[in-house]
């Protein structure tokens, strides 16, 4: 079998670096002999993460370009041209077959050193609206994998684009929702909501769920509420309460998913991928500061289907309860959504991407 290398750029978010992660697990399973290095940037969470999958990460010198005026800013041509002279030198020590980007800044350089140095490129974009690099990168890339129908036409070259859906962690798929609700200690007859905001937590989320919770406990009506990293005083003040489990964390979000009857949630794109897999009802509430507001395209696409209520951050405290109570007493509300979710899923997206990323060099 051919010794394949892999260079795959990602990293900055969790939305990057886990459906890359995904893809490279899936090429490992076709060709063992697969050597894939990643290419990342310091500091951030494919340090931790890639490494723990047991691949090998170089780091280079990149970040975002922020919209509004700040001092990083004047840093960034620079940043540029040092990111490319280090993809340059990352490219001929490792001499890749093929280079995968998963969209983000890391990708930028890399993927477009690799392209002018006449390597195979491969772009695969998460979100509804693709980010910048990406849209940069679609009239070089040999090949573009989208999550979303609605993709293609933000991107400049259409002919290279193949719809493929987003990787995600097959384990989500492993856990009951009985065994779901016992991991949280909470009774596997009540209707379950699952409620989280990122790991850094979402205030204006946090907010309107500590306004609601106390009537919702009376109503029996469970919450796993991940309120995130730094909330400890949170936790503390709400965790005496019945129907809850509260916390800054949850390190299994299989038992999570499987518990919930409705997510609250953004919606970021790897979010997205982990609902339309599980056929969860979801209540978006995307983050209005996202770049090129993102999520409120990513969210958009599920509401217009029928699978989310979408509700503006400014709107949270107007609306939720009022949505939350109403669908949890529609019982064939919450299969319709589950079902017009379960249509945009695609388990096999990592492996359809992984086998015809090998095809690039036969």
């Given at each position: 079998?051919?010794?394949?290398?892999?260079?795959?750029?990602?990293?900055?978010?969790?939305?990057?670096?886990?459906?890359?992660?995904?893809?490279?697990?899936?090429?490992?399973?076709?060709?063992?002999?697969?050597?894939?290095?990643?290419?990342?940037?310091?500091?951030?969470?494919?340090?931790?993460?890639?490494?723990?999958?047991?691949?090998?990460?170089?780091?280079?010198?990149?970040?975002?370009?922020?919209?509004?005026?700040?001092?990083?800013?004047?840093?960034?041509?620079?940043?540029?041209?040092?990111?490319?002279?280090?993809?340059?030198?990352?490219?001929?020590?490792?001499?890749?077959?093929?280079?995968?980007?998963?969209?983000?800044?890391?990708?930028?350089?890399?993927?477009?050193?690799?392209?002018?140095?006449?390597?195979?490129?491969?772009?695969?974009?998460?979100?509804?609206?693709?980010?910048?690099?990406?849209?940069?990168?679609?009239?070089?890339?040999?090949?573009?994998?989208?999550?979303?129908?609605?993709?293609?036409?933000?991107?400049?070259?259409?002919?290279?684009?193949?719809?493929?859906?987003?990787?995600?962690?097959?384990?989500?798929?492993?856990?009951?929702?009985?065994?779901?609700?016992?991991?949280?200690?909470?009774?596997?007859?009540?209707?379950?909501?699952?409620?989280?905001?990122?790991?850094?937590?979402?205030?204006?989320?946090?907010?309107?769920?500590?306004e609601i919770i106390g009537e919702l406990s009376k109503k029996e009506i469970q919450m796993i509420w991940?309120?995130?990293?730094?909330?400890?005083?949170?936790?503390?003040?709400?965790?005496?309460?019945?129907?809850?489990?509260?916390?800054?964390?949850?390190?299994?979000?299989?038992?999570?998913?499987?518990?919930?009857?409705?997510?609250?949630?953004?919606?970021?794109?790897?979010?997205?991928?982990?609902?339309?897999?599980?056929?969860?009802?979801?209540?978006?509430?995307?983050?209005?500061?996202?770049?090129?507001?993102?999520?409120?395209?990513?969210?958009?696409?599920?509401?217009?289907?029928?699978?989310?209520?979408?509700?503006?951050?400014?709107?949270?405290?107007?609306?939720?309860?009022?949505?939350?109570?109403?669908?949890?007493?529609?019982?064939?509300?919450?299969?319709?959504?589950?079902?017009?979710?379960?249509?945009l899923g695609n388990s096999e997206a990592g492996k359809v991407i992984a086998k015809k990323i090998l095809?690039?060099?036969?």
């Open positions: 079998m051919n010794n394949n290398r892999i260079l795959i750029a990602a990293g900055g978010t969790g939305g990057h670096i886990f459906p890359a992660i995904a893809i490279a697990n899936e090429i490992k399973k076709m060709n063992p002999f697969a050597e894939i290095l990643f290419v990342g940037t310091k500091g951030k969470i494919e340090e931790r993460v890639v490494p723990q999958q047991g691949y090998k990460l170089n780091t280079i010198w990149i970040s975002g370009f922020h919209r509004s005026f700040q001092m990083n800013n004047l840093l960034f041509p620079i940043k540029v041209v040092v990111s490319l002279i280090q993809s340059f030198f990352v490219i001929k020590i490792f001499k890749p077959d093929i280079a995968v980007g998963t969209g983000g800044y890391v990708c930028g350089p890399v993927l477009y050193m690799a392209s002018l140095l006449g390597i195979p490129t491969v772009v695969h974009e998460s979100n509804s609206y693709p980010g910048v690099t990406t849209r940069i990168l679609s009239s070089k890339a040999t090949k573009i994998f989208t999550a979303f129908e609605a993709t293609t036409k933000w991107l400049k070259n259409k002919t290279n684009v193949e719809l493929a859906g987003t990787p995600t962690r097959s384990v989500l798929t492993t856990v009951t929702k009985e065994d779901g609700k016992r991991f949280f200690n909470l009774s596997t007859s009540k209707k379950t909501v699952l409620v989280f905001g990122g790991s850094l937590g979402a205030y204006s989320i946090n907010q309107a769920i500590k991940q309120v995130g990293k730094n909330n400890t005083n949170l936790v503390n003040e709400m965790s005496g309460l019945r129907n809850l489990w509260i916390g800054e964390f949850i390190d299994k979000m299989e038992y999570a998913f499987a518990a919930a009857d409705i997510v609250i949630c953004r919606a970021g794109a790897m979010t997205i991928a982990e609902l339309t897999l599980l056929g969860k009802p979801a209540i978006l509430i995307p983050y209005p500061f996202a770049a090129a507001d993102h999520q409120t395209f990513n969210a958009k696409t599920l509401a217009d289907t029928g699978g989310a209520i979408m509700i503006a951050d400014n709107e949270i405290k107007l609306r939720l309860k009022n949505e939350l109570i109403a669908l949890l007493n529609d019982e064939n509300k919450l299969k319709q959504m589950s079902l017009a979710n379960k249509k095809e690039l060099k036969n």
